[in-house]
Every structure is written in structure tokens, then in C-alpha cells.
């Protein structure tokens, strides 16, 4: 087994699904198998198309374990390789920080970058690399960037090599859960998405919940894409199949919620959930209609109601 570094873009012609499996070509295929079973970390390039060529992180975003590795029915030489326990950093590592380059085997001698080794969209890295950048992603382990920036942020300050405790770490629930809190409640200003709501204690503290849309017991990731922001009531009422979402973020309620109505007064009259500013940390629509078609009950997609109340 090897750890490694898998570069994932969403412009890329791969048909990648991060929290699922990662798409690759047959020249890949034997440093591939090197991962299965252990852990690799998700690296996001800078585009170099479409209408921001600037865009794009040069950054580590996320870990996964590799669970296995299948043909592409539908084409031949490329394969997926199956991904579990997908979890997003709490914040972004930049590749390299002051002259310092995280994977050593993308620095060149003279301490340029070597650009051979880094067109390599999936890299082999030692068990020390590994984990100085996942505890630099993970603020429960340990702060590095406390921007919002998704780019390396000069402000930064690099501690050098860390304990390799992150192994452990982030296959804890606990951990995992708490890291996944803390990430959509900040997204969503520590308000509801369904009433807009912040209610907070006299220490500050939340109450809104992070909720998952598919839950984690039905194979749901820990990612900002499939967590919404949830007040305590609404959460149980989403959880119930009594509300949901539809493709245009309208608020859905059920024909079973006649009880309720007076809860949906705390709606927005616009019938519309409020979002996250940045678009990927909104909900994914395939998150979004598995909970409608598993969840909100097939009966009420012929009989929603409408928000307007009576």
C-alpha cells in the first residue's frame, strides 16, 4: 500500500466524483493499485482553460481511502478507482508556502518547480509528506490558514514538520462530525437555510444543526455539497420527509404537514432556502433529489403543497 496525491478538477474530461471514485486512464493504472486500501489526498490545479484560466486553488483540498479499483464499462483502457471515507480539509493547503514545498518531489534543486513531476495527476508521496498536509488541513489537529482565501494566503505561517497523528485522527466519528459542524455552519452564517434564523446562547454558540441530505448511514459524504444548515425542528421535519428542496432550491412541503403549517410561517415568502455564497459549498443537486425520490416520499412528489399558506 501507498499514499498518494490525486489531482482532481472539476473542468477536467475525467468523470470524477470525489466522494465516490476517482476516474483515470490505463498509464495510471499500476500506481494506482499501489493506494488500495490506504489513503490519498485530492489536489486541486489551477485551470489552465475556460473563462478564468487564473482560477483554480494549487491547492489540497480533501482525503479519501481507496477501497478498489474497476474497468469503465463504457470505455475502453480507463478505470475508477472506489473511493471511501471521503472528508473535505477544514481549509485549503496550498502546495507550497515561502519556498517550501509540501511534496518534495516537486521541487527542483535549484528550488524551481519541476513541472514534469507535477503535470502527474497522480503522484506517490511518503507517509511524512502525507501527514504534515492533512494536520495543516485539519484545524482540530492544527491552524495554518484561518482565511476564507481558497488561494495560498501569504499571511500563513508554515510550522514545519508536524506529529503524525492524522491517520487516527480522521477516521474518528467524533472528529469527523465535528469538523463537518463547524464547516457548514460557517457557510450558511450559523442561520437555517429553510427559516434564516440565528439563534445563539449566551456564550455565542449556535443552534443551528449540520445536516446531512443523504445521510451518512445511507452512504452520504461528510461534504459541504451534501450538509445544509438546520434549526432543530426543521432538521427532525427534514430527517421526517415532511420538507425538502427542489431543483431551483424551492422549499417542498409534504401533503402529510397539514399539522404544521404553522411552522411555515418562519419561511421566506419567496418559498426559496437561502444558500452559501460560494457555489461549492451549496447542495448538490443529486443530494437534493436522492432526498426528494428516498426521503420525502414518492406520494408527495405528485401532491407538495404549496408554501402560500391557506
Known amino acids: 500500500m501507498a499514499k498518494a496525491i490525486f489531482t482532481s478538477s472539476e473542468i477536467s474530461p475525467y ?21 488500495i ?5 485530492f489536489y486541486e490545479p489551477r485551470r489552465n482553460s475556460g473563462p478564468s484560466s487564473s482560477g483554480g486553488t494549487q491547492a489540497y483540498v480533501a482525503l479519501a481511502r481507496v477501497v478498489r479499483i474497476r474497468p469503465d464499462p463504457t470505455a475502453a483502457n480507463y478505470y475508477f478507482a472506489d473511493l471511501a471515507e471521503y472528508i473535505e480539509f477544514d481549509h485549503r493547503v496550498p502546495f507550497k508556502y515561502e519556498g517550501h514545498y509540501f511534496e518534495s518531489a516537486l ?5 524551481s518547480t519541476n513541472k514534469g513531476a507535477f503535470g502527474q495527476s497522480v503522484r506517490v508521496i511518503p507517509d511524512c509528506e502525507f501527514h504534515t498536509i492533512c494536520n495543516l488541513g485539519f484545524k482540530s489537529s492544527l491552524s495554518l490558514i484561518d482565511s476564507d482565501d481558497r488561494t495560498n494566503n501569504a499571511d500563513a505561517h508554515y510550522p514545519g514538520d508536524v506529529k503524525r497523528t492524522i491517520a487516527t485522527t480522521t477516521v474518528s466519528r467524533a472528529v469527523r462530525d465535528a469538523s463537518f459542524r463547524k464547516r457548514v455552519r460557517h457557510a450558511y452564517g450559523n442561520r437555517c437555510a429553510f ?37 432543530g425542528t426543521v432538521h427532525w421535519m427534514f430527517d421526517a420527509g415532511i420538507v425538502s428542496i427542489d431543483e431551483d432550491h424551492r422549499i417542498l412541503l409534504g401533503s402529510n404537514c397539514a399539522s404544521l403549517f404553522h411552522l411555515t410561517s418562519l419561511f421566506p415568502d419567496d418559498g426559496r432556502v437561502c444558500l452559501p455564497r460560494l457555489p461549492d459549498e451549496r447542495p448538490h443537486r443529486r443530494y437534493l433529489e436522492w432526498h426528494r425520490k428516498k426521503v420525502f416520499k414518492s406520494e408527495n412528489l405528485d401532491n407538495e403543497l404549496p408554501l402560500e399558506l391557506p
Open 15 to 35: 468523470r470524477d466524483l470525489k466522494e465516490q471514485w476517482y476516474h483515470f486512464s490505463k498509464n495510471l493504472l499500476a500506481r494506482v493499485q499501489e493506494t
Open 37 to 41: 486500501g490506504d489513503w490519498v489526498i
Open 195 to 231: 427559516t434564516g434564523l440565528m439563534l445563539l446562547d449566551r456564550l455565542g454558540n449556535p443552534e443551528v444543526e449540520a445536516a446531512h441530505i443523504r445521510p451518512v448511514s445511507k452512504n452520504g459524504p461528510d461534504t459541504m455539497s451534501n450538509g445544509i444548515a438546520l434549526t
Open 107 to 111: 521541487r527542483k534543486a535549484d528550488g
